[in-house]
């Protein structure tokens, strides 16, 4: 089993930043792929961005390329997310998940945390 965390969600506005945390306990962090996802009112979950547990490579949906960025330490079984130049777009909850196959698919997830609130006013 894996508890994942997430915090650092918050009101900012557009423009800003909010970097985003998610916190690991359990099995062993590095074995797994790390994925943010968000949920929007009335929308389906969305792929957000990828490490992946090698920490070689990272993946990102094209509507946050260039403006999230996705880091992750294995040390302290954190992973973070940079989220810059917001757009009230981006509104959604925010969910951290672990999988051994994890990618831009919310199914090959094992392990989801609870969320937490990005609001980005206009």
């Known amino acids: 089993q894996v508890q994942l965390v997430e915090s650092g969600g918050g009101l900012v506005q557009a423009g800003g930043s909010l970097t985003l945390s998610c916190a690991a306990s359990?099995?062993?962090?590095?074995?797994?792929?790390i994925g943010w996802f968000r949920q929007a009112p009335g929308k389906e979950r969305e792929f957000v961005a990828q490490?992946?547990?090698?920490?070689?490579?990272?993946y990102y949906a094209d509507s946050v390329k260039g403006r999230f960025s996705i880091s992750r330490d294995n040390t302290k079984n954190t992973v973070h997310l940079q989220m810059n130049s917001l757009k009230p777009e981006d509104t959604a909850v925010y969910y951290c998940?672990?999988?051994?196959?994890?990618?831009?698919?919310?199914?090959?997830?094992?392990?989801w945390g609870q969320g937490t609130q990005v609001t980005v006013s206009s």
């Open positions: 359990g099995r062993t962090f590095s074995n797994y792929n």
């Open positions: 998940a672990a999988g051994t196959h994890g990618n831009n698919d919310a199914r090959r997830y094992d392990y």
């Open positions: 490490f992946s547990w090698s920490g070689h490579s990272t």
